[in-house]
């Protein structure tokens, strides 16, 4: 069922373009981050067009009540730079039709992987889209709307939960972080796509060719990226497919100075706290029964011991 009225999408598709007109819309089922809704439009040339309306969440507006501008500024200057990210069409943040911002961007045809047939291929493929995100140098002046990790953080370290969750020994690790944070600066800041799991990966014919949901980017230590993948990794893959992802992007970027990797670990390991349970909801629903909470949770526990036998 459609959250945004038939009558209402039709006004939107008028918006990005006059003459377009509504041939269906399907919400799609995916994260909370975002409400989206697919649109096949037909423009005036007769060409159907595929667009994808996306309205952020409310935790994500309260944390950035620009967070449509921001992600539509993003999409336009990392299209304008050749990375596979979805054209960004049209911004409304008037609320005249519709009492949120949103913006439309185009859809990425694909789908994404959680079984893939060449494992050792997905990983390479996955490191190797990381590291070109990461080596995005002279767009950055024109992304200095984008948060600072550090700070984001620092914020995460000093905030206190009503409850700590002792399963995924967050006592712990916010002992370990309240004693390294803030981290000297050893790597040059980057871009940070801030979820790149496979989730938010469109592949083709064994090719990837598109990664999604931006709404997490920041600027900071690519340490910080790398180290979400990897958790992601890990519990979508296993340990083998984690290390193996991880020497990947190491092999491809072998300036970067990989000592504060495990300190990354430990607010990575943070991140799932208190929420571990909805986020093992839906890999069921995904093809992957075998992801559960008590898996994501035993890994969860030797992810954290790897970072803390690494700080030894």
Known sequence: MLSIPHETLEQIV?????????????????????????????????????????????????????IANHEFRLL?????????????????????IYPLPYLVVGYIEGATEF??????????QSAKLLAKIHQVKQQLPMLGFLSDRNQHVLWWIEYQ???LDEELDEPRLRDALNSLFPLK????????????????????NGQLVGVIDWEDAEIGDPLSDLSIARLDMLWAFGKDAMLDFTQAYQDLMPHLDYGNLAH????????????LMDWSA?????????????????????F????????K
């Not at 040059?188 to 083709?204: A, Q, Y």
């Not at 629903?285 to 035993?298: A, E, H, L, Y």
């Not at 954290?304 to 700080?311: E, G």
Request: charged letters at 20%; one cysteine or more; proline letters at 6%.
């Open 185 to 204: 600066q050893v790597n040059e800041s980057t871009l940070l796509h801030g979820d790149f799991w496979p989730g938010n990966l469109i592949w083709s």
């Open 115 to 124: 079984s893939p047939q060449n494992l050792s291929d997905f990983i390479l």
């Open 264 to 275: 990354w670990d430990f607010f990575t390991a943070l991140r799932p706290a208190n929420q």
């Open 76 to 96: 336009k200057t990392l299209n304008d730079s050749g990375l596979p990210v979805a054209q960004p069409y049209y911004l409304d943040e008037s609320c005249e």
């Open 282 to 302: 839906g890999w069921a629903k995904i093809g992957r029964p075998d992801v559960t909470f008590t898996t994501m949770k035993q890994d969860h526990q030797w």
């Open 161 to 163: 939960p009503d409850h």
């Open 14 to 66: 008028q918006r990005i373009q006059v003459g377009n007109t509504l041939i269906s819309a399907s919400p799609l089922i995916g994260g909370a981050s975002a409400q989206v809704i697919l649109m096949d439009v037909k423009q005036a040339d007769d060409e159907i067009q595929k667009y994808l309306l996306r309205v952020h969440s409310e935790v994500d507006r309260d944390r950035n009540p620009n």
């Open 304 to 311: 954290v011991k790897q970072a803390f036998d690494q700080m």
